[in-house]
């Protein structure tokens, strides 16, 4: 998952729709003597000053400023939004297009975690950090499920703790400990924080981390699904 990069000289790196790979924008038209293409600014109103923050030195951010790019490849058009600071530093905080990309999943994966996983990797590309956090958690939580990790009730309530299901996928050698040990404090904690703890802001790193995880887990358990299903047999899971 690549998110759009504002570049030292104004340019951007992002995905292309039309390219399909990540291109370079660029903000400037060499036709016209390297000029800017069309931008505006707008100032903030006293509140979304204080809204939007500060820059690394501590200078309030007090305008936004819009600029046309153009796609090095194809041409096609961009359009970025950057917060500007009282001392003109910079950071972006959009760009179109918005173009979210997928990591290619295991064929063997079942449907609804396929589903789960592209959800988190939506909402990270929107910018819902916190909402990503949650995804993560939950489709490791299925995957670990789906494996055979649980305890259903009568009822068809599964009662085992995640903590539980990764300490038994460890234990089984279908997780290596070292994997077992990320997912517990990269994707469990984090998810867990977000659901029961007080608001705070999730960072992409972290989102990306976790994402990372859960994509080695489903490579881990499904990439040679044959060999998968014959340890899990062998430990009774399924
Ligand atoms: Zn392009």
Same mark, same amino acid.
């Given at each position: 998952?690549?998110?759009?990069?504002?570049?030292?000289?104004?340019?951007?790196?992002?995905?292309?729709?039309?390219?399909?790979?990540?291109?370079?924008?660029?903000?400037?038209?060499?036709?016209?003597?390297?000029?800017?293409?069309?931008?505006?600014?707008?100032?903030?109103?006293?509140?979304?000053?204080?809204?939007?923050?500060?820059?690394?030195?501590?200078?309030?951010?007090?305008?936004?400023?819009?600029?046309?790019? &153009?796609?090095?490849?194809?041409?096609?058009?961009?359009? *970025? %939004?950057?917060?500007?600071?009282? =001392? #003109?530093?910079? /950071?972006?905080?959009?760009?179109?297009?918005?173009?979210?990309?997928?990591?290619?999943?295991?064929?063997?994966?079942?449907?609804?975690?396929?589903?789960?996983?592209?959800?988190?990797?939506?909402?990270?590309?929107?910018?819902?950090?916190?909402?990503?956090?949650?995804?993560?958690?939950?489709?490791?939580?299925?995957?670990?499920?789906?494996?055979?990790?649980?305890?259903?009730?009568?009822?068809?309530?599964?009662?085992?703790?995640?903590?539980?299901?990764? &300490?038994?996928?460890?234990?089984?050698?279908?997780?290596? *400990? %070292?994997?077992?040990?990320?997912? =517990? #404090?990269?994707? /469990?904690?984090?998810?867990?924080?977000?659901?029961?703890?007080?608001?705070?802001?999730?960072?992409?790193?972290?989102?990306?981390?976790?994402?990372?995880?859960?994509?080695?887990?489903?490579?881990?358990?499904?990439?040679?699904?044959?060999?998968?299903?014959?340890?899990?047999?062998?430990?009774?899971?399924?």
């Amino acid at each position: 998952m690549q998110r759009p990069e504002l570049r030292e000289n104004s340019e951007m790196r992002a995905y292309c729709p039309e390219c399909k790979s990540i291109c370079t924008f660029h903000s400037r038209n060499p036709d016209q003597g390297g000029n800017h293409y069309s931008s505006f600014s707008v100032n903030f109103s006293a509140e979304e000053i204080l809204s939007a923050g500060k820059d690394e030195n501590g200078y309030p951010y007090n305008r936004v400023i819009y600029h046309a790019y &153009k796609c090095g490849g194809c041409g096609r058009g961009g359009m *970025s %939004a950057s917060y500007i600071s009282t =001392k #003109n530093s910079k /950071k972006l905080k959009e760009f179109y297009p918005s173009a979210i990309t997928h990591e290619l999943l295991p064929g063997t994966l079942p449907e609804e975690i396929k589903k789960e996983y592209k959800e988190a990797e939506i909402c990270f590309g929107n910018r819902c950090n916190r909402a990503a956090s949650a995804m993560i958690r939950s489709t490791l939580e299925k995957i670990l499920k789906a494996n055979g990790y649980k305890e259903e009730n009568a009822n068809g309530f599964d009662n085992m703790w995640l903590t539980t299901k990764i &300490k038994e996928a460890t234990k089984d050698g279908v997780l290596t *400990s %070292a994997r077992g040990e990320r997912a =517990k #404090n990269d994707i /469990k904690v984090l998810g867990d924080e977000v659901v029961h703890r007080d608001w705070r802001e999730v960072t992409d790193e972290e989102v990306k981390n976790a994402l990372q995880y859960a994509l080695w887990i489903i490579r881990d358990l499904y990439d040679d699904r044959a060999t998968t299903e014959e340890i899990l047999q062998t430990k009774g899971r399924l």
